[in-house]
C-alpha cells in the first residue's frame, strides 16, 4: 500500500551496501558525498502516537517535535515490543524481543551478550553519548552503559520529570557542541510525560508540586472526554484488565489530560533546545534524528490511564526518521506497520554500519524512498506480568491480543481497526472472522518459534515483593491523594 504522500525524490540505495553506492544527482547526490552521517536518537517517556500537534491534535502544542515531522516520516502505525519503560528501551538498542534479551520487567540488565546500539556504532568508529534515563537497570546511571559515554549529571528521585530532562538537555548540548573529528551517535532520553503517573493516583511528596504547574488556570477549556471512553463491548470472561479511577468524574479525568499536555508542552520546549545546538552547530544538515517514545498512555480511553496495555492509546508511539534534505519532508505515513525493533536497522542503514548478525527489526529506509513497497506484514507487542507472556498482533486490518489465564487457557480480543479505530468491539467470537482469527494464531506462534520465545522463560522481577510492600504502605497516602485532586 502506499504512504499518504509521495516523495519528491524517491532514493534508490537498499541496504547498507546499497549506500555506499549511491550514485543520484541533486541533494542526494551531495548528501552522499558528505562524510558519514551523525544520528541523534531522541526518546520521550510514556507519549501516545497523536501527542503532537503535527497530526492534528489541537489540545498541545509541539513546535520542535513538529519540525522533525517536517523534514522527515511520521510514522503512525508504530508500535513498541513492550508497552513498559525498560523492556521496550531494551529492544530500541538491540532490535531484539525483550523475552530474547531477559528483560521482561523494569530495572533489568540487557543480557551482555547482546550488542547495543552503542557498541555497534562505537565499533564503526563513532563518538557515542548518552544522555537521560536508560532503566536497564539503573534509571539514571552515571557510568555503565556498554558502547556509551554517559553523559548524566542527576539522579530522578525528588524532582520533577521537567527538572531532570533539564539536566539531561544540558548534558546532550554539551556533548553535541564538543569538537570531534568522527560521527556521533547521541542519544537523549526524556522522561516526560511520564510524570502523568502522578496524578494516576501514586503516592508522592511531588504532587502538591506537579498541581502548582500543571493545574489548569480558572476558565481553561479542558480538553474533552475521548470518543472511547467506555468499556469494550464482548470483553473476555474473567477478563480483569478493567477501568482505572471508577471514582474520577468528568472533571478530573479531563483535567488529567490538560496536565498531560503540558507536560509534552514542556518536554518539547526541551527538545526545541537540543534541536537549536545541531543548527548553531552547523550539523544539522549531516544528522540523521530519529524521535520516538518507550510506551504510550491510556489518556481516559477505555477509562485507562498509565500503560501495559495493548490498546492503541498504550501500545503505538510516534516514529519519525528525519534528515533534512534526504528524507522526504512532511510525510505523515498512516500505512506500514513500523516498530521499535526497526530503529536499530534504520540507522546503521543510513550510516553503513554493519549491524548485529540478528536483528528482529528492518531499516525503514526502503519504504521511506519508496513507499508503495509493504513493509511488515505485522508486528508483535508482549507482556510478562501474568502466568505466561501476552502478546499483541497487529496486521494492516487487525489488532489480535491474547492474554494466558492461570488455569492454563486463554482470554482473546480481535478488533476491525479499519471499522473500529476504538477498539470498541471484541470480535474474537464472530464466526466470520473465525478464518482470520486463526490466521493471526499462527503468525504469531511463528513469530514465537523465530524469537525461541518458548526457550526463555519469564524472569523473576526485582521489584516484586519490594515493590508489593512498598505499594501497599502507601494506599492510604494514594487515596488521600486522589481526593486531593477531586477536590482541586
Same mark, same amino acid.
Given at each position: 500500500?502506499?504512504?499518504?504522500?509521495?516523495?519528491? $525524490?524517491?532514493?534508490?540505495?537498499?541496504? #547498507?551496501?546499497?549506500?555506499?553506492?549511491?550514485?543520484?544527482?541533486?541533494?542526494?547526490?551531495?548528501?552522499?558525498? $558528505?562524510?558519514?552521517? *551523525?544520528?541523534?536518537?531522541?526518546?520521550?517517556?510514556?507519549?501516545?502516537?497523536?501527542?503532537?500537534?503535527?497530526?492534528? =491534535?489541537?489540545?498541545?502544542?509541539?513546535?520542535?517535535?513538529?519540525?522533525?515531522?517536517? *523534514?522527515?516520516?511520521?510514522?503512525?502505525?508504530?508500535?513498541?515490543?513492550?508497552?513498559?519503560?525498560?523492556?521496550?528501551?531494551?529492544?530500541?538498542?538491540?532490535?531484539?524481543?525483550?523475552?530474547?534479551?531477559?528483560?521482561?520487567?523494569?530495572?533489568?540488565?540487557?543480557?551482555?551478550?547482546?550488542?547495543?546500539?552503542?557498541?555497534?556504532?562505537?565499533?564503526?568508529?563513532?563518538? &557515542?553519548?548518552?544522555?537521560?534515563?536508560?532503566?536497564?537497570?539503573?534509571?539514571?546511571?552515571?557510568?555503565?552503559?556498554?558502547?556509551?559515554?554517559?553523559? =548524566?549529571?542527576?539522579?530522578?528521585?525528588?524532582?520533577?520529570?521537567?527538572?531532570?530532562?533539564?539536566?539531561?538537555?544540558?548534558?546532550?548540548?554539551?556533548?553535541?557542541?564538543?569538537?570531534?573529528?568522527?560521527?556521533?551517535?547521541?542519544?537523549?532520553?526524556?522522561? =516526560?510525560?511520564?510524570?502523568?503517573?502522578?496524578?494516576?493516583?501514586?503516592?508522592?511528596? %511531588?504532587?502538591?508540586?506537579?498541581?502548582? $504547574?500543571?493545574?489548569?488556570? #480558572?476558565?481553561?477549556?479542558?480538553?474533552?472526554?475521548?470518543?472511547?471512553?467506555?468499556? &469494550?463491548?464482548?470483553?473476555?470472561?474473567?477478563? =480483569?484488565?478493567?477501568?482505572?479511577?471508577?471514582?474520577?468524574?468528568?472533571?478530573?479525568?479531563?483535567?488529567?489530560?490538560?496536565?498531560?499536555?503540558?507536560?509534552?508542552?514542556?518536554?518539547?520546549?526541551?527538545?526545541?533546545?537540543?534541536?537549536?545546538?545541531?543548527?548553531?552547530?552547523?550539523?544539522?544538515?549531516?544528522?540523521?534524528?530519529?524521535?520516538?517514545?518507550?510506551?504510550?498512555?491510556?489518556?481516559?480511553?477505555?477509562?485507562?490511564?498509565?500503560?501495559?496495555?495493548?490498546?492503541?492509546?498504550?501500545?503505538?508511539?510516534? %516514529?519519525?526518521?528525519?534528515?533534512?534534505?534526504?528524507?522526504?519532508?512532511?510525510?505523515?505515513?498512516?500505512?506500514?506497520?513500523?516498530?521499535?525493533?526497526?530503529?536499530?536497522?534504520?540507522?546503521?542503514? @543510513?550510516?553503513?554500519?554493519?549491524?548485529?548478525?540478528?536483528? $528482529?527489526?528492518?531499516?525503514?529506509?526502503?519504504?521511506?524512498?519508496?513507499?508503495?513497497?509493504?513493509?511488515?506484514? @505485522?508486528?508483535?507487542?508482549?507482556? #510478562?506480568?501474568?502466568?505466561?507472556?501476552?502478546?499483541? %498482533?497487529?496486521?494492516?486490518?487487525?489488532?489480535?491480543?491474547?492474554?494466558?489465564?492461570?488455569?492454563?487457557?486463554?482470554?482473546?480480543?480481535?478488533?476491525?481497526?479499519?471499522?473500529?479505530?476504538?477498539?470498541?468491539?471484541?470480535?474474537?467470537?464472530?464466526?466470520?472472522?473465525?478464518?482470520?482469527?486463526?490466521?493471526?494464531?499462527?503468525?504469531?506462534?511463528?513469530?514465537?518459534?523465530?524469537?525461541?520465545?518458548?526457550?526463555?522463560?519469564?524472569?523473576?522481577?526485582?521489584?516484586?515483593?519490594?515493590?508489593?510492600?512498598?505499594? *501497599?504502605?502507601?494506599?492510604?497516602?494514594?487515596?488521600? *491523594?486522589?481526593?486531593?485532586?477531586?477536590?482541586?
Amino acid at each position: 500500500m502506499m504512504s499518504s504522500t509521495m516523495t519528491r $525524490r524517491q532514493l534508490m540505495g537498499t541496504g #547498507a551496501a546499497g549506500l555506499c553506492a549511491w550514485a543520484l544527482g541533486g541533494r542526494l547526490a551531495a548528501a552522499r558525498d $558528505r562524510k558519514r552521517p *551523525n544520528v541523534l536518537l531522541i526518546t520521550t517517556d510514556q507519549q501516545r502516537v497523536d501527542a503532537m500537534s503535527a497530526v492534528g =491534535n489541537k489540545w498541545v502544542k509541539t513546535p520542535h517535535m513538529d519540525s522533525l515531522g517536517a *523534514n522527515g516520516v511520521y510514522f503512525m502505525n508504530s508500535y513498541c515490543p513492550y508497552p513498559l519503560c525498560s523492556p521496550s528501551r531494551s529492544s530500541l538498542h538491540t532490535s531484539r524481543m525483550p523475552h530474547e534479551i531477559g528483560v521482561d520487567h523494569n530495572s533489568v540488565s540487557i543480557d551482555p551478550k547482546i550488542p547495543l546500539s552503542g557498541q555497534v556504532f562505537r565499533e564503526a568508529g563513532y563518538d &557515542t553519548g548518552y544522555a537521560g534515563k536508560w532503566h536497564c537497570p539503573n534509571p539514571y546511571p552515571s557510568d555503565g552503559i556498554a558502547g556509551y559515554e554517559v553523559l =548524566n549529571t542527576t539522579t530522578r528521585p525528588g524532582k520533577l520529570a521537567q527538572v531532570v530532562d533539564e539536566a539531561t538537555m544540558n548534558a546532550a548540548v554539551a556533548f553535541l557542541r564538543r569538537k570531534r573529528d568522527k560521527p556521533f551517535l547521541t542519544v537523549v532520553s526524556f522522561i =516526560n510525560p511520564h510524570d502523568i503517573c502522578l496524578p494516576a493516583g501514586a503516592a508522592s511528596p %511531588l504532587l502538591d508540586e506537579l498541581w502548582k $504547574r500543571y493545574q489548569p488556570p #480558572a476558565g481553561t477549556e479542558l480538553p474533552p472526554l475521548p470518543a472511547n471512553f467506555g468499556s &469494550t463491548e464482548g470483553l473476555p470472561e474473567g477478563f =480483569n484488565r478493567g477501568p482505572k479511577h471508577d471514582g474520577w468524574d468528568e472533571n478530573q479525568w479531563r483535567k488529567y489530560t490538560y496536565a498531560y499536555y503540558r507536560m509534552m508542552e514542556d518536554v518539547d520546549k526541551q527538545i526545541g533546545q537540543v534541536l537549536q545546538a545541531l543548527r548553531e552547530t552547523g550539523q544539522e544538515d549531516n544528522t540523521l534524528v530519529i524521535f520516538t517514545s518507550d510506551h504510550g498512555e491510556g489518556l481516559g480511553s477505555h477509562r485507562w490511564t498509565g500503560k501495559m496495555m495493548y490498546y492503541q492509546e498504550e501500545v503505538a508511539v510516534p %516514529l519519525i526518521v528525519s534528515w533534512k534534505g534526504v528524507t522526504p519532508a512532511g510525510r505523515i505515513d498512516r500505512e506500514h506497520l513500523v516498530s521499535a525493533l526497526d530503529v536499530l536497522p534504520t540507522i546503521c542503514d @543510513y550510516a553503513g554500519v554493519r549491524g548485529p548478525a540478528i536483528m $528482529r527489526g528492518k531499516s525503514l529506509r526502503p519504504i521511506i524512498e519508496k513507499p508503495q513497497q509493504p513493509g511488515h506484514e @505485522y508486528i508483535v507487542s508482549e507482556m #510478562a506480568n501474568g502466568p505466561a507472556r501476552s502478546f499483541m %498482533l497487529r496486521t494492516k486490518q487487525y489488532k489480535y491480543m491474547v492474554f494466558p489465564t492461570a488455569n492454563g487457557g486463554k482470554q482473546e480480543m480481535f478488533f476491525d481497526m479499519q471499522a473500529d479505530p476504538g477498539e470498541m468491539k471484541n470480535l474474537v467470537a464472530q464466526p466470520a472472522l473465525a478464518t482470520e482469527v486463526e490466521r493471526h494464531r499462527k503468525l504469531l506462534a511463528d513469530w514465537n518459534k523465530l524469537t525461541e520465545e518458548a526457550d526463555h522463560p519469564i524472569q523473576p522481577n526485582p521489584q516484586g515483593q519490594a515493590g508489593k510492600g512498598k505499594k *501497599n504502605k502507601a494506599k492510604n497516602k494514594a487515596q488521600k *491523594n486522589r481526593a486531593k485532586q477531586k477536590n482541586q
